[in-house]
């Protein structure tokens, strides 16, 4: 059965950086798509980051608005894991980072509810 660890989270001060990692076990790298999601209590989860065709070279990668040049996605597909990196960090960023993955490649990577496997999450902290 697939599964999804995140780690990399912690507390750091505005304009610092983070890496966060997902690595994916169970099964073959992650379908099709994977990527990142954020949420805060109270709110909807929120669109970080997605690559579509994890596993092939010419795989996309897509950023939600408010990221803004400040994260990076990457994979390693021999370590069947991928990467968030994020710069420039701030106190809206605080969150906890989720990540998912799903068989497919359609254009709907932005919505939550069409990925079919979660991680647990890894708190992100921006705070001075």
């Known amino acids: 059965q697939l599964q999804l660890v995140e780690s990399g989270g912690g507390l750091v001060q505005p304009g610092g950086s983070l890496r966060l990692s997902c690595s994916i076990s169970?099964?073959?790298?992650?379908?099709?798509?994977s990527g990142w999601f954020r949420q805060v209590p109270g709110k909807e989860r929120e669109f970080v980051s997605a690559?579509?065709?994890?596993?092939?070279?010419?795989?996309?990668?897509y950023y939600g608005d408010f990221v803004k040049g400040r994260f990076t996605l990457s994979r390693d597909v021999a370590k069947k894991t991928i990467y968030l990196h994020m710069d420039n960090l701030q106190t809206d960023d605080t969150a906890v980072y989720y990540c998912?993955?799903?068989?497919?490649?359609?254009?709907?990577?932005?919505?939550?509810?069409?990925?079919?496997?979660w991680g647990l999450g890894t708190q992100v902290t921006v705070s001075s």
């Open positions: 998912a993955t799903r068989s497919g490649v359609g254009d709907d990577f932005r919505q939550d509810s069409s990925y079919d496997v």
């Open positions: 690559i579509v065709g994890i596993a092939t070279p010419a795989g996309h990668t």
């Open positions: 169970g099964g073959t790298f992650g379908g099709s798509t």
